[in-house]
């Protein structure tokens, strides 16, 4: 009788035991690799757990592992190593250098993309519509013609731009290619800055100062992670800055016609919750954002006693009157 006893409550204790360790064991686990932390990147991911989270999964029903390869490329392959064994069941890459890295070395698990300019020409994919293995996701492309057309709309006389970029990244090769395309129409000198790393951008704004009429900032990670150094050397000299994201806006960029990287992490995350009932990657088109906004920063104006156009702040969807930190 005692023996059975000790038996019954051995068993009691051993399934709370079991309960408790399961109770908060998540249904999905999702990696989240990002090239490095700055206003857009950040605010994609974000848009990308809040897009999940609106498509019925809550926080608790997905542990996300993240991770940042602070804008390094051997990091971003070593993030991608460490997820392809940790058996997950979809990984999301933020920027192009690190889908790269990962396109590189996961094959089995659903992989998707976001803030990634060119999924062709950085060679990640072959067709769009049709991806035809384990890896799709969402595009970022700017309107960057329109960008610098936004740009003689503040300064009609433009004839010298300034570019800063690095050219290790293909998604900023892919945006320059264009805007000297664009600006050789427009009888516009284009004048590069190049970098490798953010030590360099300092440096590379400075190079710039006195040969042009403003500069125009592409989606550059190693640029746009140091912008606040830009910025300094720019306002000194009374150089506008025109960016091609919200996020620089906010910090002191001048205007942008662009995309909405939260509401396109949120597209990416509403793709993942399709992967996770059982959508098949190869099957799914890249998407792309078709809301477009224009984004004003009347306080980085007036600091460089820029007019900002009448037509320009008529149609300003977005207005700051501060510049963020």
Sequence with gaps: MKKTSFSLVFLVLSLIIISTLTAG???YKIGISQFVEHPALDSAREGFIDGLAEAGYSKDQIEYVIQNAQADFATAQSIAQKFRNDNLDLVLTI???NSQATANVIKDTPVLFTAVTDPVKS???TNLENPGGNLTGTTDMNPVARQIEL??????????LGMLYNPGEVNSVVQIDIVKKVAKKMKIEVHEATVSNTSEVSLAASSLMGKVDAIYVPTDNIIVSALPSVLNITNQNKVPVFA???GQVKQGSIATLGIDYYLLGKQTGKMAAEILVG??????A???SDELKLYLNKKAAQNLGLKIPDAVLNRADVIYDEISQ
């Design 151 to 160: 740009i003689k709309e503040f300064i009609p006389n433009l004839t010298d």
């Design 286 to 288: 890249v998407q792309s």
């Design 95 to 97: 920027a192009t250098p």
């Design 279 to 284: 959508a098949d990657p190869a099957k799914m």
């Design 244 to 246: 091609s994201e919200n």
């Design 123 to 125: 060679g990640l994919l």
């Design 25 to 27: 064991a998540a249904d």
